[in-house]
């Protein structure tokens, strides 16, 4: 049971180009997040989904796009990438349930750097 | 604006003694504060919850103390040993399943053997 994998690990991108990372869950979750960590700033919510076909902003969403085709994936883009999106980017996923609150399972994250 | 302010940035301990990390919010409507840990390398992890209507909730040598009038939680940890290094976060929420989550900071704990 691998629960949140993302894909790649490490990357490193030039200042305007794009690339789409990939995380996928195998817990049969609906809900499914992006977030990104930096130093001193914890993490902050880029988009997210409540579902397959759905999508929302977070806290920090401008330069970036989600989509959720399927169920189990949630992919983020970067169209044009800047300096600024230099950033470790967690990838989390969590059930849906009608009483109490479930936790969000993270994957290992996602190390970008942008030159 | 950061609705969840997390002290101290950093916390050295002896191993042993205990860690006590801060936490306040903003947000009244808030119900539900969990804290994850996050090892090098790795995701953060779920570490403990409370929710508003009780005032302290324990598990093992880690527990959650919340003072819901002075909007402030804070997690203690007893008997701290160096495989606790690590860094924490508090959180918050409302509603229930899929609501998004306010993270405070971070609090990097060093326990040194």
């Known amino acids: 049971n691998a629960g949140v994998t993302q894909t790649p690990k490490f990357r490193v991108l030039k200042t305007g180009q794009s690339m789409t990372l990939l995380c996928a869950q195998d817990?049969?979750?609906?809900?499914m997040y992006w977030y990104r960590q930096d130093p001193g700033m914890g993490l902050r919510l880029i988009h997210y989904?409540?579902?397959?076909?759905?999508?929302a902003k977070g806290e920090v969403p401008d330069g970036y796009n989600v989509s959720r085709l399927k169920k189990q994936n949630f992919l983020l883009g970067l169209e044009s990438a800047a300096p600024s999106q230099t950033s470790v980017y967690f990838c989390?996923?969590?059930?849906?349930?009608?009483?109490?609150?479930?936790?969000?399972?993270f994957g290992d994250g996602t190390r970008l750097s942008i030159l | 604006q950061q609705q969840v302010k997390q002290s101290p940035q950093s916390l050295i301990v002896q191993k042993g003694g205990i860690s006590i990390i801060n936490c306040a919010y903003e947000?009244?409507?808030?119900?539900?504060f969990p804290w994850y840990q996050q090892f090098p390398g790795k995701g953060p992890a779920l570490l403990i919850a409370?929710?508003?209507?009780?005032s302290e909730k324990k598990e093992g040598r880690f527990t959650i103390s919340f003072n819901k009038s002075a909007k402030q939680f804070s997690l203690h940890i007893m008997d701290s040993q160096p495989g606790d290094s690590a860094t924490y976060f508090c959180?918050?929420?409302?509603?229930?399943?899929?609501?998004?989550?306010?993270f405070g900071e971070g609090t990097q704990l060093t326990v040194n053997p």
């Open positions: 989390a996923s969590s059930s849906f349930w009608t009483v109490g609150n479930q936790p969000q399972h």
């Open positions: 817990m049969n979750h609906e809900y």
């Open positions: 989904s409540v579902g397959e076909g759905t999508t």
């Open positions: 947000n009244t409507a808030f119900d539900y």
């Open positions: 409370i929710r508003p209507d009780v």
């Open positions: 959180a918050a929420s409302r509603g229930t399943s899929g609501s998004r989550l306010t």
